[in-house]
């Protein structure tokens, strides 16, 4: 069974730079698993923030960037705002019609 | 605008079946490829079930495989999605949304339907 990983928790100061990863328990994750990222408040719809590896959704400030780090998806929030404190959660597209979602990091701004 | 509303949620007893559905407007339903996400109380974001725009495919997590079934009826805009057999653990809310294709994402969510599963 696939599983993608995320780092449960990660905390971040105000004006400060975070980078949380998505990894997969099956192997590498590369730009051919589409790796999307969205954000969550509690008792919210999630938000889409980055979709294909590296693209932003639109409205979405360009403090939110998305990448490739070693063999793990990755988000990296660059100057961080105490509204940016949510749950963040990636999906892997595994193909065939088949998503596959992360744990969730919850990011606290403090 | 945009919308997308769930609705069908509420306490159901273990066993008993429930369908939910999305209504959709602001965008072209007919072209666009739907799912359903699933969240348990205080718990992560689980994928469920996904449709293709014309119906054509559909697939499902294993989690829910067989006894959930996703469908869609382009000419009223609204998916749907029926449980059957409901357990304690098909407690969540569920979110619809839609998926583009070729960038394998969801752009658009709604704000979700409560499912409780109690006796």
């Known amino acids: 069974q696939t599983v993608v990983t995320q780092e449960p928790s990660f905390s971040v100061s105000p004006g400060g730079t975070v980078t949380l990863t998505c990894g997969l328990s099956?192997?590498?994750?590369?730009?051919?698993?589409?790796p999307s990222w969205y954000q969550q408040t509690p008792g919210q719809a999630p938000r889409t923030l980055i979709y294909?590896?590296?693209l932003r959704s639109s409205g979405v400030p360009d403090r939110f960037s998305g990448s490739i780090l070693g063999n793990k998806a990755a988000l990296t929030i660059t100057g961080a705002q105490a509204d940016d404190e949510s749950d963040y959660y990636c999906?892997?597209?595994?193909?065939?019609?088949?998503?596959?979602f992360g744990g969730g990091t919850k990011l606290t701004v403090l | 605008q945009v919308q997308l509303v769930e609705s069908g949620g509420g306490v159901v007893q273990p066993g008993r079946s429930l369908r939910l559905s999305c209504a959709v407007s602001?965008?072209?339903?007919?072209?666009?490829?739907m799912q359903w996400a699933r969240q348990a109380p205080g718990k992560g974001l689980e994928w469920v079930a996904v449709?293709?725009?014309?119906?054509?495919?559909?697939y499902y997590a294993d989690s829910v495989k067989g006894r959930f079934t996703i469908s869609r009826d382009n000419s009223k805009n609204t998916l749907y999605l029926e449980i059957n057999s409901l357990r304690a653990e098909d407690t969540a809310v569920y979110y619809c949304?839609?998926?583009?294709?070729?960038?394998?994402?969801?752009?658009?969510w709604g704000r979700g339907t409560l499912v409780t599963v109690s006796s």
């Open positions: 949304g839609r998926f583009l294709g070729g960038v394998w994402y969801f752009d658009l």
């Open positions: 602001g965008f072209t339903f007919r072209t666009s490829g």
């Open positions: 449709i293709w725009s014309d119906g054509s495919e559909k």
């Open positions: 099956t192997g590498s994750v590369s730009t051919a698993y589409y």
């Open positions: 294909s590896t590296n």
């Open positions: 999906v892997l597209y595994m193909g065939s019609g088949i998503w596959v």
